[in-house]
């Protein structure tokens, strides 16, 4: 009986391409928060411009999926914030542009 991590004899270990999965929750959690941070800026802007809830929801629905998807990373589901944190990229910004403008 073999190790686990070691390869039957006559057997090569394929090599695994792409980050692992700690760097792969790693990038998703930066990426959130910075992208959180610029949903907090940007908040700030429109609301220097001009103060409406409709700014205010869009920006703090924007905050929660970004807290969402922070959760989801620790929790080892990175596949699924990936798509959460695109998909609510996505909506805030066609939201900004036909709604807020």
Do not use: F, K, N
Not at 17 to 44: E, F, N, W
Not at 58 to 83: A, D, K, P
């Amino acid at each position: 009986m073999s190790a686990p991590d070691r390869a039957p004899e006559g057997h090569q270990v394929p090599e695994r391409g792409g980050p692992t999965p700690r760097q792969a929750r790693r990038l998703r959690v930066t990426a959130a928060a910075a992208l959180m941070a610029v949903a907090a800026v940007l908040l700030g802007l429109r609301l220097a411009s001009r103060s409406s809830v409709l700014v205010v929801g869009v920006y703090g629905l924007l905050l929660i999926l970004c807290g969402l998807v922070i959760e989801l990373s620790r929790r080892g589901r990175t596949r699924l914030g990936s798509y959460l944190l695109g998909a609510g990229l996505a909506a805030a910004l066609l939201m900004d542009v036909v709604v807020l403008s």
